[in-house]
């Protein structure tokens, strides 16, 4: 009722029925607690009240004929009256307190997109901000100019609610070139918008319009704006902001205009300080010892070069060699994990083979690559994996075939059909070699039955099965024993972009057009978690080492690290300026590398949550990450037909990680992105798609060989 | 607008010239030829279908012409039903929460593949023996033959789905239950019937079948034999070992 007075006491200033307000007005406030009657008496005194009264205070009321905004050149003295209160009115319905002028409070009331504000006046209000935020001092100049873009796009958006057609492309045409550039896509969006009926089917701009944008602003800067709005006739933009900003204001020196620009370009503004604070366990999960299955691959005379048999206990090459719990690994049994099986446990020891026999990489020694090209492709392929040990290679393609590649010269077999299985001696000690079928070995497996072009492929970590996720909405799991389809997993009815198995299997994430990751494991047909909260399609999803958290990124320009344990959002990345295609974690768990369209690789450190570096040097898309096995050297592959190496040791040795840095999440990243970067190598037109180190640290590539 | 018209090499008809300047205003610079056949083939099945709805829902309103409220009509329709967005997002967090409150489930160790219930997995047949009741005549002495017929079969690279039926018959015959190796031929098996209501006890006229058996229909089983409920006096073969009559019109096309 109370707002319903004000209301009637705007209309009556607008339509300049002075006198009839100032009765009002004092009987008002005579009648502070008794709203109901002096809005009966107004209405039967004041002319054309009755249109007002019939504005109920609701929300989501359409035709509010409150003018939020007094009327330009209107009565300043009463323009002057109604700016002077600057505290929020609460909803409470404190009277007491309430002056009559309270401009915020009933503009709230009357719902945000649903004011008819002047349309033609909002070309004024965005100019003047814009004048004074350019007088304004340097030093806040930077981070009040954030406020350009999320003020842009929500007085556009609310022009076209409204249906002020005209008025909305005149609004677009002046003031879209003021954005920054990396806005430009969302604005060539923002410009087909043009009627209300395009904004119901955009589910993005829908999530844009019911979030907040996040702007982090110093407390000095946001002072200064705060008075400049509300003491000029700017409370239009003041309402914008307090309804679709949420400024998270930080104690301290305001930014640089490099800082900013390292951070902003998501849709969503920046990320609350509080979002990154909560504990993440990044460390590694132990490695189970065990050594009997050792010294016997041993004694079978594994040892090529005819050393004698060493006896010594192999115990601590496997585990780790403090028995303490890193504070920083999440306890063994956080999630439910598979147990190791003995193929498992030859594998590891394989493994630790191999990793005997590794490359010690470093600036002075780099990878050699070997890059698999995919020829004849016509430009279909869209996936790529390679297993661990680097024996099998996939290819996933536009034609909706899923084609399996032996790399080393053992060929692909299937497992025997049943009745020649019935025949063999299932007794002898070679019968996991009998069960395989030779006449039907060829070095290319062709999978058949994803209904739409494959966008992710993964090998389990133990080689017998492979996931591919595709157009048509499903996630496909494929045995590698009978080259058949297992099972499909649906629940993402729109096409999923990625798919990636945990580094113990039975776990693996997607992610998809709508928005969500989900969890899955192999044998529940429903997902386990559902991840929500991008804005826009997850094109990116990664599990971290130790399977406790999972990476994604999106199309929103942000990457998230969700825990698996209860599915909540963990970290929040901003800073890309285009959809993120590539993650990849440290070997060691600490960092994520991350790839977007805009060419840069960023850094992150998961335990505090900061952007660590920014590599600078791809012109295009980044589609693959790599880091080598035991983190020195971070491969990029990307679109424009180059791979990168980068020095990880270097980029994540000193770090500043001082109270205010963390603190307030700013940091200064320092220009050395050409001393990080150890090499380029470009192929001729092949835009590499997929970067795997083998186990000793050979780098090896893929990519379809494009011919333009 | 008009000034706006792409150049393009070769005289495009006007709608694709459109088509193009949409294409560039979209700020989409990079596309194969065949984008603007595709495109402008869309527009016109999509105008085509709503102007049809459109004509429908004015007729049923029985005005005399198609107005701008039946169009939009038309379109609402059409969206919801072939262009469906991805859920909104309270509702994706709504569900979210509610997944994510259950914990997540124990790994029964030791379970071989781990996968899901077999009713939602691929792994079944995905085909049916189907057995054929032929009329049997008490005078010839015929003999009822199962027809196999094999419906779709999944995707298996190699294997043929049925043997080539040999000309050759080879009776043998074998008591159920002894594991005949089998190589696509034909055999004569002897089963003893399962119980037809009112029949003797004594398994004394045992219905043969003659049966294609091939080994990669079979799974898990050793024989796959459908048994036929022959009337009594029917199935009267003097000597099972005979040798029987090849029907040809037994076997359907293949």
């Known amino acids: ?708 | 607008m008009e000034a706006a018209k792409m150049a393009s090499p070769k005289s495009a008809p006007k709608d694709a010239q459109v088509m193009a300047q949409i294409l560039k205003d979209m700020g989409i610079t990079e596309y194969e030829p065949r984008v603007i056949n595709q495109m402008l083939e869309f527009a016109y099945r999509y105008v085509t279908t709503i102007l049809e709805d459109a004509k429908i829902y004015s007729s049923h309103a029985k005005k005399s012409s198609v107005d701008a409220d039946d169009v939009r009509l038309a379109i609402q329709c059409r969206t919801d039903q072939s262009f469906t967005s991805p859920p909104p997002r309270d509702f994706l967090l709504d569900i979210a929460r509610q997944k994510n409150q259950t914990p997540l489930p124990l790994i029964k160790p030791y379970s071989g593949p781990r996968l899901p219930p077999d009713r939602y997995c691929l792994t079944a047949p995905n085909y049916r023996l189907k057995s054929l009741q032929k009329k049997v005549s008490s005078t010839a002495g015929r003999i009822t033959v199962p027809r196999l017929s094999v419906g779709a079969v999944s995707s298996r690279p190699s294997t043929p789905t049925l043997g080539t039926p040999s000309a050759q018959t080879v009776s043998v015959s074998a008591k159920v239950g002894a594991p005949v190796s089998l190589a696509g031929q034909r055999f004569t098996v002897q089963i003893p019937s399962s119980q037809p209501a009112g029949k003797s006890a004594t398994p004394t006229t045992p219905t043969v079948q003659n049966v294609l058996i091939n080994p990669s229909l079979i799974g898990p089983k050793n024989i796959l034999i459908t048994t036929n409920m022959v009337p009594p006096g029917a199935a009267a073969d003097p000597n099972p070992l005979k040798r029987k009559h090849e029907d040809d019109d037994d076997y359907d096309a293949l």
């Open chain 1, 1 to 708: 009722d109370r707002q319903t007075l004000v209301a009637v006491l705007q209309f009556l200033r607008r339509s300049n029925l002075r006198e009839s307000e100032e009765i009002l007005r004092r009987e008002a406030r005579l009648l502070g607690d008794d709203l109901g009657g002096s809005v009966a008496t107004v209405a039967t005194s004041s002319p054309g009240v009755a249109a007002v009264a019939a504005v109920p205070p609701g929300k989501g009321e359409a035709h509010g004929t409150a003018e939020s905004v007094p009327p330009p050149g209107g009565n300043p003295k009463s323009g002057g009256a109604l700016s002077s209160p600057s505290s929020k009115i609460t909803h409470s319905g404190d009277v007491s307190a309430v002056v009559v002028e309270d401009q915020p409070d009933v503009s709230a009331v009357l719902s945000a997109y649903n004011q008819q504000g002047d349309p033609t006046l909002y070309e004024e209000y965005y100019s003047g901000l814009k004048h004074f935020i350019e007088c304004s001092l340097d030093c806040h100049r930077a981070e009040l100019s954030q406020l350009f873009y999320p003020l842009f796009v929500h007085m556009y958006l609310e022009l076209v609610y409204n249906q002020h057609e005209s008025e909305a492309k005149s609004f677009f045409e002046r003031f879209h070139g003021d954005q920054e550039c990396y806005y430009q896509d969302d604005l060539r969006v923002l410009s087909s918008l043009t009627k209300k009926e395009h904004m119901k089917g955009n589910e993005t701009m829908l999530d844009f319009r019911t979030s907040k944008f996040v702007l982090r602003i110093s407390r000095d800067s946001y002072q200064l704006l705060k008075r400049h709005l509300q003491e000029k006739q700017n409370n239009q933009i003041w309402n914008i902001v307090q309804e679709h900003l949420y400024i998270d204001i930080f104690d301290g020196m305001p930014r640089s205009k490099q800082q900013i620009d390292a951070m902003v370009g998501s849709l969503a503004g920046e990320a609350k300080r509080e979002a990154n604070k909560a504990k993440v366990f990044f460390g590694l999960l132990k490695e189970p010892e065990f050594d009997v299955p050792l010294d016997d691959e041993d004694e079978e005379g594994e040892n090529e070069e005819g050393k004698p048999k060493k006896k010594k206990p192999k115990k601590d090459n496997v585990g780790s060699k403090s028995k303490k719990q890193d504070p920083n690994a999440p306890p063994q049994n956080r999630i439910p994990l598979p147990e190791l099986k003995d193929s498992d446990k030859l594998d590891k020891v394989m493994n630790m083979k191999e990793a005997a026999r590794r490359v010690r990489l470093g600036p002075e020694c780099l990878p050699s690559i070997c890059f698999y090209t995919f020829l004849n492709a016509y430009q279909g392929l869209t996936a790529v994996d390679i297993t661990d040990d680097s024996s099998m290679i996939v290819g996933g393609f536009a034609d909706s075939t899923v084609r399996v590649w032996s790399v080393t010269p053992k060929k692909l077999r299937s497992v025997k059909t049943a009745a020649d299985l019935s025949l063999i001696d299932k007794e002898s000690d070679d019968v996991l070699e009998r069960i395989m079928d030779e006449k039907t070995a060829s070095e290319l497996k062709i999978l058949y039955g994803h209904s739409g072009p494959v966008y992710g492929t993964s090998f389990s970590p133990d080689r017998n099965y492979l996931l591919s996720c595709s157009e048509d909405g499903t996630v496909r799991l494929w045995s590698l024993q009978t080259f058949t389809c297992l099972v499909g997993y649906k629940g993402h009815n729109y096409p999923v972009w990625d798919t990636q198995f945990s580094p113990y299997g039975y776990y693996f994430v997607s992610g998809g057009h709508d928005r969500v990751a989900r969890l899955w494991a192999t044998d529940h047909y429903q997902p386990l978690r559902i991840f929500a909260g991008h804005l826009a399609d997850v094109t990116c999803t990664r599990f971290h080492p130790n399977s406790n958290y999972i990476a994604t990124g999106s199309a929103d320009r942000t990457i998230r690290l969700w825990d698996v344990l209860n599915g909540n959002c963990v970290r929040i990345f901003t800073g890309h300026k285009g959809p993120i295609h590539s993650l990849a974690f440290s070997p060691n768990g600490r960092f994520l590398a991350t790839g977007a369209t805009d060419g840069r690789v960023l850094l992150w450190d998961i335990g505090h949550g900061l952007m660590v570096g920014e590599l600078k040097g791809h012109t295009d898309t980044i589609y693959a990450l790599r880091f080598s096995r035991d983190g020195e050297i971070l491969a990029s592959g990307s679109m424009d037909n180059t791979v990168r190496l980068w020095d990880a040791v270097k980029a994540f040795e000193d770090l500043e990680t001082d109270d205010f840095t963390t603190a307030t999440g700013h940091i200064n990243l320092p220009e050395n992105s050409q001393d990080l970067l150890l090499g380029t190598y470009m192929t001729k037109s092949t835009p590499v798609v997929h970067l795997h180190f083998t186990r000793r640290n050979l780098l090896l590539a893929a990519g379809a060989y494009s011919s333009q």
